[in-house]
């Protein structure tokens, strides 16, 4: 399985997708990026996602959640897909404020530049997820039933 995305070049994720971007709510940039999956298993029902920031540990003691999603039945994710197509997939909570952290949540490294990480597993089913979900929460609906993952990182300048 592969991930690629056009929203990454030479290894940094473009300024759009992150505290530089003009899609803000609360401070929180809101508009994620596209994401092409391929070379995918031939069973697979479904793709979920984690996105997050292991570089944050040391900032505010654990890995930052910027995305969390799941029931994803396309192979190519639109840019700003978390806030139009909503009703497409469902979304779990990341780490910003949780009035409104059901949703992407660019980056936004305070201290140096961050490398992020995008993982997706191929599934063999819909997981039993609503909208609020957490990574727990996802992590262990997944058990049993990845067919395989891919990992896309990026960095994004403090």
């Known amino acids: ?27 929180m940039p ?9 070379h995918t298993p031939k069973e697979t029902v479904s ?3 984690v ?14 959640i910027h995305w969390l999603a799941a029931n994803i039945h396309v192979t190519s994710i639109e840019e700003d897909a978390s806030r139009r197509n909503k009703a497409s997939f469902v ?3 990341n780490s910003w404020n949780e009035t409104w952290s059901c949703c992407y949540g660019g980056p936004s490294p305070p201290d140096r530049t961050h490398t992020y990480v995008l993982r997706v597993w191929a599934l063999d089913c819909d997981l039993p997820l609503k909208d609020g979900f957490t990574k727990k929460q996802l992590m262990d609906a997944m058990k049993n ?4 993952s891919a990992v896309l990182t990026a960095k994004y300048v403090s």
Request: proline share 5%; aromatic share 14%.
């Open 1 to 27: 399985m592969e991930l690629t995305s056009n929203a990454v070049v030479n290894g940094f994720l473009l300024d759009t997708y992150g505290k530089r971007g003009y899609d803000m709510v609360h401070g």
């Open 30 to 38: 809101t508009r994620s990026f596209p994401l092409n999956i391929e």
């Open 47 to 49: 793709y979920a996602l």
């Open 51 to 64: 996105f997050d920031d292991p570089d944050a540990q040391p900032v505010c003691g654990y890995t930052w």
């Open 91 to 93: 979304q779990g909570i």
């Open 145 to 148: 039933h990845m067919l395989d």
